[in-house]
């Protein structure tokens, strides 16, 4: 070819795929790739669901028993990692809530596993969250208000419908909950986060940064933010209250993604459900 790049076969329809020298051969053509992600979107997320939802709660809780009998040094040690699972579980809510949000168009697998918390990020959704009505919330998501369930879902059990109706109303209020924490909290997340590199570094003490240092019952997180070009430096008390209360954040945000998972999974469900019982479905059958 005369720009120099190379051809393969896509694995799924088998046209050409375009690659340079030098560059992993694409297994698959982009239209392709995308549809085997979206046609693994749900089971995704009902494995993501069983384990990862949930493991950031895990590391937190047990980080927050060890510091009961831990020497101050590890304290500190602790205390910032149930900091670090703050942020992931923040991110892994804010990546999971945009996702599901724009769900009929780009892949939620892609989105999720491709999203990473910035400032204009963590603001925005700690914003729309302290401000937009649950029943608004529901409908950017594509999920039914609460009693409408059983309207936009006929196919379900009296007593699925309670569960969701029940899974809903307690994701909105973690959802708010979380929103609660407002603008200091979304601007925290994104410092230590790290807006150049995958997280921030643990420091002892920052004195020797711009003479901005640390109490004794503080550690700190540093991260460059290359566009303001500064040192964040993100302080953190290792006050065992503050510090259960963190992970008491933790929990509602690990309960707001179970209970949104499973609303979309429901949707999912439902969906397929209408499809199968359609009159073209029907008429397939027939004609096969």
Known sequence: ??????ESLCRDCG????FHPGAATPARCGACFDAFMRTRDAAFLSSYAELGVTSRRVMAETCLRALVTAPPPHRKVLAMNIMEQYVLSASDLIGLYEAVKQRGGEPIMRRFLGYRIDRGSALAFFHEMET???????SRLGLPEVDAIAHRC????KSDVKDLKKALVQMLGDLKRTGDMGESAALALAQMAGESRAGGAL???SRWLDNIGLRPDQVAAIAIDERRRTVNVTAFSVDERRLQSMVSVIDAMTNAARN????VLTMYQEEDRARASSPSAASRGRSA
């Open 1 to 6: 070819m005369s720009d120099g790049s190379l």
């Open 15 to 18: 046209g050409p795929v375009s």
């Open 132 to 138: 937009t009505p649950g029943p608004e919330l529901l």
């Open 154 to 157: 006929p196919s379900l059990s």
């Open 203 to 205: 420091v002892k003490q």
């Open 260 to 263: 949104l998972i499973y609303g």
